[in-house]
């Protein structure tokens, strides 16, 4: 008997805000496997002792993400590209704030 618990990938917003400094969790990437372009927040992710973040399509590896005490690792798998859309951002310094 197989279990699938996996939980999809806003459960890695909190993370990813720490690590791009913003919410990633509606841009997109696309999979190096079959090509298809996700939202962040609509990948697969399967924890353990890391995050391993998998294309909702192909199940293919896409990211290995393992946080510990003194930082944070990313393997990049088969993510043929990330897209941050700057129109989204809200919460970057503008410079102007003194
Ligand atoms: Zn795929």
């Known amino acids: 008997m197989t279990i699938d618990t996996h939980l999809d990938g806003n459960a890695l917003g909190g993370l990813f805000h720490e690590i791009f400094g913003r ?4 841009q997109h990437g696309c999979c190096d496997g079959c090509g298809t372009v996700s939202a962040i927040g609509s990948v697969l992710v399967y924890r353990g002792a890391g995050d391993v973040v998998r294309c909702p399509k192909c199940g293919i590896e ?3 993400i393992v946080s510990s005490p003194t930082g944070i690792r990313i393997s990049f798998g088969s993510i043929r590209w990330l897209s941050i859309d700057h129109s989204e951002v809200s919460d970057v310094p503008t410079g102007d704030d003194d």
């Open 23 to 26: 919410d990633m969790t509606g």
């Open 62 to 64: 896409l990211l290995v």
